[in-house]
């Protein structure tokens, strides 16, 4: 079965300045898609980013970019520029058929 | 607001007792699927719906079960609830239902099982 680790449970950044969080799946699967979404303290799940895994160029959406490594399974999310409404926990995803989440890591910052 | 909607908001009972989760999905959205989150952990996935049909089945316990309605809305019911249901249950919209799919999700409905 696939899985998803994100293996920082808490990270913490200053305002202004540049996070990554990091994410490993497990897959066998070569055609698969890959997802970051984040949980404010409203509970309410918001997209932030997607990647085709048969696309090489990452993915970027404004301040948020992906550093995608196929061959390493890795999949870690850069925020640049944090701003105090960046806070919130983060969850990256795997969906072949079914989506998979990870545990999340919780991101504070600091103004 | 994704427009996927959830009611009831939030729920407390009782163990052994059942109740019904409503889940109307985004207009033109043929796929609904059923995610748990326990405290501070991420979401499982429990089933999806496309089109009144079961497509895939996840991490739902026997004692759940769902349906999706001609109307395409969807209901998840829980019965003889144990204290370790108690969580917040999502619902999330999708076209195609494939795995290439923004899924988009509802606000969730907090059970609290007492």
């Known amino acids: 079965a696939q899985t998803v680790t994100q293996s920082q449970p808490e990270m913490s950044v200053q305002e202004a300045e540049t996070v990554t969080l990091s994410c490993t799946y497990d897959?066998?699967?070569?055609?698969?898609?890959l997802f970051w979404y984040k949980q404010p303290p409203s509970r309410q799940m918001i997209l932030v980013i997607r990647?085709?895994?048969?696309?090489?160029q990452n993915a970027t959406e404004n301040r948020f970019s992906v550093n995608f490594q196929k061959a390493a399974k890795s999949f870690s999310l850069k925020i640049s520029d944090s701003q105090l409404g960046d806070a919130a926990m983060y969850f990256c995803?795997?969906?072949?058929?079914?989506?998979?989440f990870g545990a999340g890591t919780r991101l504070t910052v600091k103004p | 607001d994704s427009g996927v909607t959830q009611t009831p908001k939030h729920l407390i009972t009782a163990t052994g007792q059942r109740v019904t989760l409503r889940c109307s999905p985004r207009?033109?959205?043929?796929?609904v699927y059923w995610y748990q989150q326990s405290l501070d952990q991420g979401l499982q996935f429990l089933i999806q719906?496309?089109?009144?049909?079961?497509?895939a089945k996840g991490n739902i316990l026997e004692r759940f079960s769902a349906q999706q309605f001609p109307d395409l809305h969807s209901e998840l019911n829980l019965s003889s609830l144990e204290l370790g249901d108690s969580a917040l249950y999502f619902c999330?919209?999708?076209?195609?239902?494939?795995?290439?799919?923004?899924?988009?999700f509802g606000p969730g409905t907090r059970l609290t099982v007492l």
């Open positions: 999330a919209s999708s076209v195609e239902g494939q795995g290439r799919d923004t899924q988009y």
């Open positions: 897959t066998s699967e070569s055609d698969y898609y």
């Open positions: 990647q085709e895994a048969y696309k090489q």
């Open positions: 995803a795997y969906s072949e058929r079914e989506r998979r």
């Open positions: 207009s033109g959205d043929l796929s």
């Open positions: 719906y496309y089109n009144g049909e079961e497509r």
